[in-house]
């Protein structure tokens, strides 16, 4: 399986590629929805998955998700985690929150 890849890479990628050349049209909107929703540069995000993964609950994938959404409340999480067949106790959640907040 291919590893994840967050929005603000994708955001910095494709603007480098858009300084090279014009960028096909699919390609251009990508950027454009980049650049609306990556909201931490790229190294805030990979710092910020990093931390993410040493949680024992957080595999990659969660963590690239939890970056690109910077989750503020325990709904929010919990919806992250509704696929996971997992379900946080409130340590976990408080945790997990503090991690994000501290990198936002």
Known sequence: ???PVPVAKVKELLADEATRRTLPRE???ALQH???FARLSP???DRLI???RTL???D???AVKIADILPQYPEEVRLLFSKERLALDEEQLTRL???VAHHR
């Open 1 to 3: 399986m291919p590893e």
């Open 27 to 29: 390609a251009a909107l």
């Open 34 to 36: 980049a650049e609306g």
């Open 43 to 45: 190294e805030a995000t």
């Open 50 to 52: 990093a931390e993410l």
């Open 56 to 58: 024992p609950f957080v």
């Open 60 to 62: 990659t994938p969660l």
């Open 97 to 99: 929150l503090e991690i």
